[in-house]
């Protein structure tokens, strides 16, 4: 294993291995890949365990156990959110493919396997999972032409095998939208994140750390959640946000650190925004 494998690209080729066995089936079974992968390519040193176990303070981790000469894969066991579990596992073994000659264990903290860690490591076994776990080809066709809402999102979340947040911060990846998601927690911004077209708009005007605006589904996601029609959207005037542009705001609570989650839709001159809502309308509420 040479240093400095590209996390996107090692994942792009075992989503290909994976769909050529399977064919288009979704989701990618990461813990099953795994095994299987590591087992023919590295059968001295392969996964032979995958556990769900509680890991206080911890997402996953991955572990050489000397005596057995095999990696051992651990994930918090998320019955109720399976997406969640399946994007931990895919993210562990990221660091397998990509960083098991540089370390014999590693601990994996929730905001690592949601990308919003600076660490580098964390950060490539994250872009790993986004890229084994949603093909960004497949990701493309499903919201082609379609208004993006939550619940549409929650399909792709479903289709994957991730999670709300997962498929919302991977969206933003590829999108030409002009898209902002932002964390907020106890009336404060935490953490934000803007398709390309939308960074310009979005530097400068958010900050990590400010208030949430006071007219925002964002500032009391209990409330939104509770009244507005949250799932597709309320329209908000230019300057409800210090984005200088009208836009339309989603909310959801987060499983994650008793976070919300705003996606905020920008009406920016010059980008397209499929406006048909969904034919059907009577879709699950999304779940994280
Ligand atoms: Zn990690």
Redesign the pocket.
Known sequence: MKVGLSASGEAIKLAKLWRAVHGLTFPINAGALAQEWSRNVAPDAPIGELQARELPGFE?GLFWLKERKVWALLYHPHEDLPGRANFTVA??FG?YVLHRKLQEA?Q?SQS??LGITRAK??RE??QFASYLLMPIDDYTQQVRGRRITLDLLGECADRYGVSLTAAILKWLEFTDQAAVAVMGREGMLHWWKASSSAKKYALGALREGMELPSASLAVDPAQATSTADYRLGVEHADGVWPINLPLREMVVLSDRYDMSISLLVLDAPGVDHPDEPDEDMTTNLPSF
Do not use: R, V
Request: proline share 0%; hydrophobic share 35%; glycine share 8%.
């Open positions: 996953g993210h562990e660091h590693f994996c690592a396997t490591i964390e076994a994250d």
